[in-house]
């Protein structure tokens, strides 16, 4: 009997001590608590280390009861649409970025065809006028783009051109173009992401070229025009995508060709552009990418002028122009991008026979 009050009386003296130890722990200021928990609570209640303690209605501490659900997770979102790798269809993607772009062209017989390239004449050449042969041209673009608003960006670019004609120049005649060079019809433009996903992007560009080169020296078109278009993005694997684009440029104005008895004609004409452009990420690194591109561009001319093999105005219409475009892009992981390619005119009817272009791309 004594035995069993003595440990009683034992039992109550240590259910005694670990209670005032509990209290005193309780009562003691209690550190910030750095876990994983913690840091989800601290998330979800606000900024900044936030202790799990609080106090209770009689002025003691104890813990408190953390939240057993945080919330739904967040969507993921989708990623953006890879890099373009096109070199000339008109990339869908938006985004802040600039452009330095260089071409150099060769022979292109018709150049002043629907004033598409620079500026037709007013009036039949005279008999003492040199009949050109064909042109070569090269054209540096300095652009940029600005994206305010996830779905709209502006661009803006800036072409400087030099060209160097060639003519048969017969028994007292002279050309009437010489080897010249300056800025070019600046462009600018809108373009607004109709269609967003994790592998499409349908985007509509809206551009306009004003009259800043002297279209009398051939460095413009010397009118105005507007540039619809309808571009395409489509990632079809992990390497392989298709770009493309679909439009119309629409003069605004031009040159009128007058040559009686005939009635004026207008040697300006809307020009429809449509392209698919394939490529396939040949080589993936950790901090860049290698894609070679294929590039079928085709042009359609609803009519207009242009001058023919006799030095006279000819019709323009229905004139179809289809290129093949073959080079590769080289990507790198902090925005860059050199590409380098080779155009050719496959069709009898030509803007150029052969065109080397490289362009230097930085996206921000």
Do not use: C
């Amino acid at each position: 009997m004594r035995a069993a009050k003595g440990f009683f009386i034992w039992l109550v003296v240590l259910v005694g001590l670990v209670s005032a130890a509990g209290a005193q722990q309780l009562n003691a200021p209690q550190p910030a608590v750095n876990t994983a928990a913690n840091e989800r609570v601290s998330t979800e209640w606000g900024p900044g280390p936030m202790s799990l303690w609080s106090n209770t209605p009689d002025g003691q501490q104890a813990p408190k009861k953390a939240k057993a659900e945080i919330g739904p997770p967040k969507p993921i979102k989708p990623r953006q649409i890879d890099p373009s790798m096109v070199g000339y269809i008109d990339d869908a993607s938006l985004g802040n970025e600039v452009r330095i772009r260089f071409d150099a062209g060769f022979d292109d017989p018709r150049p002043d065809r629907a004033e598409y390239f620079y500026q037709g004449n007013s009036s039949p050449n005279p008999g003492t006028s040199a009949t050109q042969r064909t042109l070569n041209f090269q054209q540096l673009y300095l652009s940029g783009e600005y994206a305010p608003f996830k779905r709209l960006s502006v661009f803006a670019m800036v072409p400087f051109r030099w060209i160097q004609p060639f003519f048969i120049v017969a028994p007292g005649t002279t050309p009437n173009l010489g080897d010249d060079g300056g800025i070019s019809d600046v462009q600018a433009g809108l373009k607004f992401a109709a269609l967003t996903t994790e592998k499409t992007q349908v985007t509509l560009q809206l551009r306009s070229y004003f009259p800043t080169g002297d279209g009398q020296k051939g460095l413009g078109t010397g009118h105005y025009s507007i540039e619809p278009m309808v571009l395409l993005y489509q990632k079809l694997n992990d390497r392989t995508a298709l770009e493309g684009e679909a439009g119309d440029t629409h003069p605004i104005g031009g040159m009128t060709y007058v040559n009686p008895p005939a009635p004026p004609q207008q040697w300006s004409a809307d020009v429809a552009m449509y392209g698919l452009g394939p490529s396939y990420e040949l080589i993936t690194r950790g901090n860049y990418s290698f894609a070679p591109v294929l590039e079928l561009v085709a042009w359609h001319v609803f009519g207009g002028l242009q001058t023919g093999s006799n030095n006279q105005a000819q019709s323009a219409a229905g004139i179809n122009v289809f290129n093949a475009k073959l080079g590769g892009r080289l990507n790198f992981d902090h925005g860059s991008s050199i590409y380098a390619g080779y155009g050719r005119g496959i069709t009898s009817d030509i803007w150029y026979r052969n065109l080397f272009r490289v362009e230097y791309r930085r996206s921000f």
